[in-house]
Structure formats: structure tokens, C-alpha cells
């Protein structure tokens, strides 16, 4: 079965709408904004991303692969003596360590980032809507998923109406 | 409401706004594709000239690699020159972008919105140039992969313990790191483009790169959070960054080299120049792309301030050394600073850097001279010039009389040198010419929250 995809012209009656919706039970909602709403975000209680374990899975990673094989390199594998210094000479190893932290956490962010949010995705149901286009424009969409235990057509028919919704599509889930 | 925060609202009234008209969201966002739809015959003659010029440059960087290190003008004992300096000059330049985009949005400057997007553009090119010099330096670049610890069946080792190789990881990692940065805070305006696209052809093609951004309130708060993750993340990069580039200099024991102080003394010059250069590009492209309300006199004000700090830093950078060369009392330190530099063959360079990044960062106490765009674009081409200028003097003159003056010689460069390092200009302009033709060198998505959040900011100051 569709979802509703109402439309609106102003994220301030969206996040009304969210808000309406949200306190008659209904939480399968999505709103598509062209740039960060923080009315709408706040009105949806987002869960909290887990990027932020993905980045540090990834620097200390990084931080560790670079510091362990510049370790071995020098001390196991192919020890030189450079003048009778310690061959495992560990500050001269930290700005690699260090660079390896950093890259490994930027790229666990990132790939975070994408997995989390399912890109990329070339294609969605979504973008067939005729006007989703301005979605990233001037539009603000929230898509009402009618799967929802707490769906009631005629309530969600009127918090839409009331709250100014422009006009209403079907999308495929 | 309360005292504290009435006088700073009064304060920010004072500042010149950051946006100036409040054209509707369609309206801007047009406004701000414009120029990735439609060329110009002065962007296509710029276009052909920049890109002869890097031609040349590909020419003259072939011939390098053909016929050897030896028709650059280095010579024993002074080996480095011009290859380290536009080393050195490029990857500072790099640093303000990242200086922009990551440390000022972790301190909520909203001035920084409208010029991020070019200033990280600026970075990733920078970086590019920079890092070619110092693999041609090698002498034979055919071999710059040695430096990463790859299994070879020479079964040798990059020196851990040596700078340079940190170098290739700083730089390396500082390249990545400002590209997934720059690509991700794109996406959103990638889908934009994707969405606004004339033809079929455009909307696949920007579509392919928007990788099926739907601006989702679960994708704008994961954006946000990765986008702050890097920030955080290239914040500490760019110090690093240069930070290793001057441990190149100061593990060396050369009189003048041998110091402490490099690394914030680096620092803040590589941040120095490249505010610089983010001025030399922003008065620009701002007066071409009629690009005043969203660049306003409040950008201009902001940068030039902190062109004055961390021109300020730099001034007092080169005081403390003058006063440890002084109170070191280390005989070589001594004359190095005091009388080869200051009296020998490169003076002029010395006495030029003095002059210009004593005065300019001064004439900036000035508000006129801070919002005037013709004034500081003058001033940033002076700043630019001197910092290169200063790597120039800091490379050759502690090089080219160390310990016995029987080893002392001098520097000439060949017209190679001055070839290689005027071509890079062109190709740094014809990157950035691509960019502003193929990316939305203001980020639109940005600008619109900014707007949406100073509106409902004044509603509320309006309702009270």
C-alpha cells in the first residue's frame, strides 16, 4: 500500500504538521526539507546517529595500524642502526600515528555517513513523484507512512488540511 | 531580556549583515546555479589562457623529469630553493580553506557560510600543486612511491625517523581528508543542481554525484553530524599539516633552521597566506558573479581580521627569533640572523618580507582599509608575494653560508624555476575556473538555513 506525501510551502507549517501527527500516535513520518529545519528536526526526535562510533572505530584503527607497522618495520623486520640509537624509537613514530588517526577516523565518518543513510542510491520511489524536484528547492515534503498501527485516514486527512498542506501524492515505500 | 545579551545583539547590529537581500529560496538558488549553467565568453577566454599556461607549465615540469634536477638552478650547497619554497608556499595557502571551513564552523561563525565552499576548492588545488614539488625535487619521480611502506621485494624500509616521511603521510592524509570534506558538505547541493538540471544529460550526470541525496530530515541529521565529525577531525589535521612541514626545517641543525618556534610560527604564516589568497579569489569572483548579497562587507571585514591576527602572529614569530638568535648567543645563530640576512646577498628579500608583514597587518587595524575590496585586494597580493619571499630568504640563506665558509656559495635560479613556479599560478586558476563552472561555489543549502535562521530570528525580535 502508498504512503501519503504531503507537500508545503513553508517548514514551519510542516513542523506543525509533524508535531500534530506525532501527538496523535502516528511515528512512521519523514519530512524532506531543501536544507536543515531545526523546528522539523526537533519535532520528529530523531534518534541520535551512531557516525560518531563508526569515526572513532576508525581512528583508533588507523592510529594503530600506522603506529604497529612503523614499529615493526623498524625494530622487527629490518632493524638499521643509525648511530646506536633505539631502534624502537616511539616519538619519531607519533605524526604518522597521528595522520593515521586522523584519516582513518575521517574515512569511518564518511563511510558512516553513507551506510546510515543508504547512499548511495541512484534510484527511489521518491523521485518519481512529480514536484519532488523541489524538495531541494523551496518545498518541504513529509511522507506519512500508512503502514503506521496508529493510521487514521480521516485524522491525518485533517491535521494535513489544517496545517496547510499544499497538495498530497502517493509514493510507493 | 537580560543586559548581556541585548549588548551583544546591539553589537551584531553594528556588524554589516552577512546576507543583504532576502530573494525567495527559488530565486537564490537559481541565482546561485546560474554559473554552472550558463559559461561566458570571458569565463571561456580565461578558460583558454590558464589552460595554455598549464600546458606550458606540463611542459617545462616534463622536461624536469627528461633531462634531470640539474636545469633547475639548485646546486650544492643550496639544494632546496625554489622547489621547497613553492612547496612550503602552496601547502600554506591550503590552510586557510580548511582554516574556513572546519575551525569556523566549529565556532558557529555564520560569516563563514558564504565562502567555505570555494575556500575548501582553493585548499584541494593548493594541495595539488604542492604536492608535485617535492616529488620532483626527488630528482627522479619515478620513484616517489618508495616513500610508502609498500611490500618490495627490496625488502628496505622508508626511515621512519627522517621528516619526510611524515611529510608524505601529512600531506597525503591533509589531501583526503580536505576531499571528503569538501564532497560531503557538496551533496546536498550536488541533488540541487541534480534537481535543477536544464537537460537530461546535466541531471544524470549531477545526479550521479549527488549519489541520491533526498534531503531527508534522517539524512540532514546524519549530514550534520558527520559534517562536524570532520570538521573536528581537520582541525587538529591543519595544524599538524604544517606543524610537519616545519619539522622538515627545524630537525636540521642549520643555524636559523634549528628552532623551536617553527611549528606556530608556520602554522600561523601558512594561515596567514592563505586568508590571503581567499581574499585575492573572493574579490574576484564576487565582482563578477555580482555575488554582493551574499559576500558582503561583513565577509570582507571578517577575513581581513584574520589576516591581521595571524599577520600579527607572524610579525611577533619573527621578533622572538631576532631576540633568541640575540640572547642564544649561538655564534653561527648570530650571524645567520644578523648579518647574512640582514646584509647579505638576499636582503632585499629579508627587508622586503619585514616591510610588508609589518605594515600590512597594521594598516588592517584600519575599518576603511578592512572594507574596502580594492584596498585589500592590493594588500593580499602584497601578502602573497611576501610569503613566498619569506620561505624564499628562510630556505637560501641558511643554506648557502653554514658553518665553513668554504662551503658557502649562492643561489640563482634558472628560467625553469621561474617557469614551473609562474605556471602553477595558471593551473591554480584554471582548476578553480573548472570549479566555478561545474560545482555551486556558494553552498546553497547553507545560505537558505542561514536565511531561514535570521528570519526566525527577527520574527522573534518583532513579536518580542
Known amino acids: 500500500m502508498a504512503d501519503l506525501l504531503a507537500e508545503f510551502s513553508d517548514a514551519h507549517a ?29 519535532a520528529l526526535a530523531l534518534p541520535r546517529p551512531r557516525i560518531p562510533r563508526a569515526a572513532l572505530a576508525g581512528a583508533v584503527l588507523g592510529c594503530g595500524a600506522a603506529f604497529l607497522l612503523q614499529w615493526w618495520l623498524t625494530a622487527w623486520n629490518y632493524p638499521l642502526n643509525v648511530g646506536g640509537r633505539p631502534l ?35 534510484w527511489h520511489p521518491l523521485f518519481e513523484v512529480e514536484g519532488f524536484e523541489r524538495a531541494s528547492v523551496d518545498r518541504f515534503f513529509l511522507r506519512i507512512g500508512r503502514r503506521d498501527p496508529a493510521w487514521d485516514q480521516a485524522r491525518v486527512l485533517h491535521v494535513l488540511h489544517e496545517s496547510g498542506a499544499l497538495r498530497l501524492h502517493e509514493v510507493e515505500r | 531580556m537580560s543586559a548581556p545579551r541585548s549588548a551583544a545583539s546591539s553589537r551584531a547590529m553594528e556588524e554589516p549583515p552577512v546576507l543583504l537581500a532576502r530573494p525567495s529560496d527559488d530565486e537564490l ?17 580565461l578558460f583558454l589562457v590558464t589552460g595554455l599556461g598549464s600546458a606550458t607549465m606540463l611542459l617545462f615540469v616534463l622536461y624536469t623529469v627528461v633531462a634531470g634536477i640539474g636545469v633547475w638552478g639548485n646546486d650544492i650547497p643550496v639544494g632546496w630553493a625554489y622547489g621547497i619554497t613553492n612547496f612550503v608556499w602552496w601547502i600554506g595557502i591550503g590552510h586557510a580553506g580548511t582554516f574556513i571551513s572546519a575551525i569556523l564552523l566549529l565556532l558557529e561563525q555564520p560569516w563563514r557560510t558564504s565562502i567555505n565552499r570555494f575556500a575548501e576548492a582553493m585548499t584541494l588545488f593548493a594541495v595539488m600543486l604542492a604536492g608535485m614539488f617535492p616529488v620532483l625535487h626527488l630528482g627522479r619521480p619515478w620513484f616517489a612511491y618508495w616513500i610508502f611502506p609498500y611490500p618490495a621485494t627490496m625488502d628496505v624500509w622508508p626511515q621512519f625517523r627522517s621528516a619526510l616521511p611524515w611529510d608524505a603521510a601529512a600531506i597525503a592524509t591533509y589531501f583526503t581528508v580536505s576531499f571528503l570534506f569538501w564532497y560531503v558538505g557538496l551533496i546536498p547541493d550536488l541533488a540541487t543542481a541534480r534537481d535543477c538540471a536544464p537537460t537530461p544529460a546535466k541531471r544524470r550526470l549531477y545526479g550521479l554525484f549527488a549519489l541520491g541525496w533526498r534531503g531527508s530530515s534522517t539524512h540532514w541529521s546524519h549530514y550534520r553530524l558527520a559534517y562536524g565529525l570532520l570538521a573536528a577531525l581537520a582541525t587538529p589535521l591543519v595544524i599538524s599539516v604544517h606543524s610537519i612541514v616545519s619539522a622538515d626545517f627545524a630537525t636540521a641543525q642549520l643555524p636559523g ?23 585575492t579569489l573572493m574579490v574576484p569572483i564576487r565582482r563578477i558573479f555580482r555575488l554582493h548579497e551574499v559576500i558582503t562587507t561583513r565577509h570582507l571585514d571578517a577575513v581581513a581580521k584574520m589576516t591581521m591576527a595571524t599577520g600579527l602572529i607572524v610579525a611577533y614569530a619573527y621578533v622572538v627569533e631576532y631576540f633568541l638568535a640575540w640572547y642564544g648567543g649561538d655564534p653561527f645563530e648570530h650571524y645567520v640572523f644578523y648579518a647574512e640576512r640582514l646584509a647579505g646577498p638576499y636582503a632585499w628579500a629579508v627587508w622586503t618580507v619585514f616591510a610588508i608583514n609589518f605594515a600590512v597587518p597594521n594598516l588592517l587595524w584600519v575599518r576603511r582599509i578592512r572594507r574596502s575590496a580594492l584596498a585589500l585586494f592590493f594588500l593580499s597580493i602584497l601578502i602573497n608575494v611576501a610569503m613566498w619571499l619569506e620561505r624564499f630568504f628562510l630556505i637560501v640563506t641558511s643554506l648557502q653560508r653554514d658553518f665553513l665558509p668554504s662551503s658557502w656559495g649562492l643561489f640563482r635560479p634558472s628560467y625553469i624555476d621561474g617557469a614551473i613556479l609562474t605556471g ?4 591554480f586558476a584554471f582548476l578553480f575556473l573548472l570549479f566555478l563552472r561545474f560545482v555551486p561555489f556558494v553552498p546553497i543549502a547553507e545560505v537558505k538555513e542561514l536565511r531561514h535562521e535570521l528570519e526566525v530570528a527577527e520574527g522573534r525580535a518583532v513579536r518580542g
Open chain 2, 424 to 427: 602553477t599560478l595558471f593551473t
Open chain 1, 14 to 42: 510542516l513542523a506543525k504538521a509533524v508535531e500534530a501527527l506525532r501527538a496523535a500516535g502516528l511515528r512512521d513520518l519523514e519530512a524532506f526539507t531543501p536544507f536543515e529545519v531545526g523546528e522539523v528536526q526537533a
Open chain 1, 88 to 122: 624502537a624509537s616511539f616519538p619519531a613514530f607519533v605524526p604518522i600515528a597521528f595522520e593515521g588517526a586522523i584519516l582513518g577516523g575521517a574515512l569511518g565518518a564518511v563511510i558512516g555517513f553513507l551506510v546510515s543513510c543508504r547512499l548511495p542510491r541512484l
Open chain 2, 257 to 279: 633552521w634549528h628552532s623551536t618556534i617553527f611549528p606556530p610560527y608556520f602554522v600561523a604564516g601558512a594561515i596567514y597566506s592563505g586568508f590571503a589568497m581567499v581574499i
Open chain 2, 29 to 45: 538558488t537559481r541565482r546561485l546555479l546560474r554559473p554552472i549553467w550558463v559559461g561566458g565568453p570571458v569565463w571561456r577566454i
